[in-house]
């Protein structure tokens, strides 16, 4: 189906179109750009425009630029405009506009791309979905997402992150929604923050841009819900909350049982059992709140239920595979994508609680955008209470440097400037049957202990399960 001509693309973005093209696709990279696809020439750490004859040379459909490039054929494929993001905005925008689906909107400091790929694989069996890849969560990504998505989408679901004071509204503002969730609100980037009051208002943010009669859903469990309330209350939303303390989607207990977490819940009064094949309290609390905007957007709750236990978590956030070693496995957590004091205790507890007879072992790096108290953050993750059932503890960074020194004698590991430094040791720090679990902030590289400790084997591809 085609998803741009260039007269509605020149139309959408207010630019002119040299040629009678159409596209497929939208994409921002040459390295993995399909024919067919619009190649848009951002700029970030490189301009985009340097890459346009290649990404032509490649099978582009057409190039979105503020400039005919170099090396550039005068009549080449392009819509021209003043300034390229102004124009992936402007064709976020329009596809928006001319699409019916049904919208939701996610956002939160921990929890945000896992609860979209759960709406994702639970709408995809009652619609045509469309959603976010990756963590595609920002000032370019919510706008690609938007522009990327046929107009045939029944449902659609775009995670909105932020980094910074100011920065979800407008996102929240350009993906429309029908329904905003909120997963939680949790010390992270309070770089950027006075305190953790004035993260939750920033997340409730999402809330400006709900389409009229929209449905806000929000954690009750969290220290701010009340700040979640009076901003929904300030911007005439309705709510729904989910959690322990909420009574519309109320969360009864959770199990872990063998290889899922099973949850007994009620939604809306109604009895459910929620089976996730992912191990952690916290994705199901999560997967309670995508029920409810599941029921936002008129899909089927207990149909969402049942797809909800085929889902599985995706590269380097809580994914699990059984690697070969000696004469047993070694159970990897890949959860090396993201770290902040929340997820990094839910991965624990997720270590902690995983069944198995050897050894439980982490390698934890650095927690970034933590502001003045970064340090008594990490040395904190020392007293969690899951840190009783791990047997030895890596730290990796200079600020995990303050969770070593904390640590009891008996948990404490090695301690190592970079993943680099770590990846000599591994081999005498891990056997058959132990049970290892790789978290850090992505700069830290943590990914380089899991491919480490996959060529100390070699995978099990028919034992390979999602952990989380």
């Known amino acids: 189906m085609t998803l741009w001509t260039a007269a509605e693309a ?19 990279d040459t390295r993995t750009i399909a024919p067919g696809d619009l190649f848009v020439a951002l700029t970030a750490a490189r301009d985009g425009h340097d890459f346009v004859a290649q990404a032509l040379a490649n099978g582009a459909g057409a190039a979105l630029v503020s400039r005919i490039p170099e090396g550039v054929a005068a009549d080449a494929p392009l819509l021209l405009v003043e300034d390229v993001q102004t124009g992936l905005e402007a064709l976020g925008v329009a596809s928006r506009a001319r699409c019916a689906a049904r919208v939701i909107a996610v956002t939160g400091s921990v929890g945000k791309t896992s609860t979209k790929e759960m709406l994702a694989r639970m709408l995809s069996d009652q619609g045509r979905t469309h959603a976010a890849v990756a ?30 004071p100011g920065e979800i509204a407008p996102l929240a503002r350009q993906a429309r929604p029908h329904v905003a969730m ?26 400006e841009g709900l389409e009229p009669g929209g449905l806000a859903v929000l954690n009750a469990d969290i220290g701010e819900a009340s700040v979640l309330e009076s901003e929904a209350v300030r911007l005439g939303a ?21 290889e899922e977490t099973v949850a007994q819940a009620d939604a809306m009064g109604h009895g459910l059992e929620l089976h996730i094949q992912s191990l952690g309290a916290h994705f199901a609390m999560n997967a309670l709140g ?25 590269k380097g956030r809580g994914q699990r595979e059984s690697i070969a070693m000696g004469d047993g496995h070694v159970t990897m957590l890949d959860d090396s994508y993201n770290a902040n004091p929340t997820s990094m205790a839910a991965a624990l507890a997720v270590l902690a609680a995983t069944p198995g007879t050897g050894r439980r072992i982490a390698y934890v790096g650095d927690m970034k955008e933590l502001g003045p108290d970064e340090q008594s953050l990490h040395a904190g993750i020392a007293g969690l209470e899951a840190v009783a059932g791990i047997d030895c503890i890596h730290c990796i960074g200079p600020l995990m440097k303050a969770l070593h020194a904390a640590l009891p004698d008996d948990k404490r590991g090695a301690c190592y400037a970079t993943s680099a430094e770590a990846l000599p040791d591994l081999a005498g720090q891990i056997a058959g049957g132990d049970i290892v679990l790789a978290k850090g902030s992505l700069s830290m590289g943590l990914g380089r202990i899991v491919d480490g400790i996959r060529e100390m084997g070699h995978a099990a591809p028919s034992q390979n399960k999602n952990a989380e």
């Open 10 to 28: 020149a139309e959408a973005t207010g630019g002119r179109s040299i040629g009678d093209w159409t596209v497929d696709g939208i994409s921002i």
């Open 135 to 164: 963590s595609y969560n920002n000032h370019w990504g919510v706008p690609l997402t938007l522009a990327r998505m046929p107009r045939d989408t029944e449902f659609a679901v775009i995670e909105i992150g932020m980094n910074h």
């Open 182 to 207: 909120v997963t939680t609100v949790a010390a992270v980037h309070l770089e950027a923050f006075e305190d953790v009051a004035g993260i939750a208002r920033e997340k409730a943010a999402i809330m």
């Open 238 to 258: 309705s709510t729904v909350w989910f959690g322990e303390q909420a009574k519309e989607y109320h969360l009864r207990a959770v199990a872990i049982e063998g």
């Open 290 to 314: 995508a029920l409810a905007c599941v029921a936002g957007v008129g899909a089927n709750v207990e149909q969402a239920a049942q797809s909800l236990a085929l889902w599985s978590p995706v």
